[in-house]
């Protein structure tokens, strides 16, 4: 069984689906389960629509070279002291940072510098996450790798806040 929310319709219209096979489905009668949006017409039209271009623009392919690329270009980073280790799920990434404070080096203050230099990324505790787009090229995907490694090398050389690293008034 998969259940998928919202991004189902490629973000386009709010809509989750509950996905099996006919023999866990049977088990749902009409009208038993629901989303707020799913039974809408443009609901369907729009999941229809995203899954078709999911299927015609080889986009399940495409996360699978994109993650590839991104382990490519990271494979040094093993070797990086800030650097825990880096995962790689189809065009889903995670840094772990080896944060240490009396060095001023946290996923955040990594993350706000990134922003700084032109990359907006999600920076958890401990962790730098991306999700990036299908249609990144390969040129985007160097680019950013690139200002994360700058980041990764002079984090440690900020002593005062970096542009970006608090939000929402978290530290």
Known sequence: MLVI???????AYPASFVL?????MAVLKPYESGSTFAHTPLAIAAAEAAIRAIDE???VQRAQDLGKKFEELTQHWKLHRHVGSVEVRGADFSVKINEDAAASVTARRVGGLCLAKGLLLYALEGRLRMSVSMVMTDAQLEKGVKIIEEALNEVSEYKGV???EVWHGAH
């Open 20 to 24: 099996s096979d006919k023999h866990i």
């Open 5 to 11: 929310g919202k991004s189902i319709t490629g973000g």
């Open 57 to 59: 623009e080889n986009m």
């Open 162 to 164: 970096i542009p970006g």
